[in-house]
Nanobody
Framework: QLQVVESGGGLVQPGGSLTLSCVPS????????IGWFRQAPGKERETISC????????YYADSVKGRFTISRDNAKKTVNLQMNNMKPEETAKYYC??????????????????????WGQGTQVTVSS
């Protein structure tokens, strides 16, 4: 069964850190670009970060640059999002997704969330004291 499953969400204090994991299954996990996104109630979905095949290219939204890090864990076959110095306005549901149209493409990853095909159910992140 093709799917991606997010984990690692929870409650974190402002300025705190959290690591999210995306676990792809049913397909070759490192052959496709993976993106991380978030959506707060009443707001549009935002692309936070994405990583290309082979990890040659990583994209970060300006709002998270310098604080968030995306990476692939080859041992666990996951794509992780390390989030540091978190802010209350980053409270949202966080999703990962794979883009099946860019299999094997190492130069980039899509910033447009609408092109991603395989979405997880999301994991809630709440930043609050």
């Amino acid at each position: 069964q093709l799917q991606v499953v997010e984990s690692g969400g929870g409650l974190v204090q402002p300025g705190g850190s959290l690591t999210l994991s995306c676990v792809p299954s049913g397909f070759t996990w490192d052959y496709y670009p993976i993106g991380w996104f978030r959506q707060a109630p009443g707001k549009e979905r935002e692309t936070i970060s994405c990583i290309s095949v082979g990890d040659n290219y990583k994209y970060y939204a300006d709002s998270v640059k310098g604080r968030f890090t995306i990476s692939r864990d080859n041992a666990k076959k996951t794509v992780n999002l390390q989030m540091n110095n978190m802010k209350p306005e980053e409270t949202a549901k966080y999703y990962c997704a794979a883009d099946f149209d860019m299999g094997g493409y190492v130069r980039s990853c899509p910033k447009n969330s609408s092109v991603y095909d395989m979405w997880g159910q999301g994991t809630q992140v709440t930043v609050s004291s």
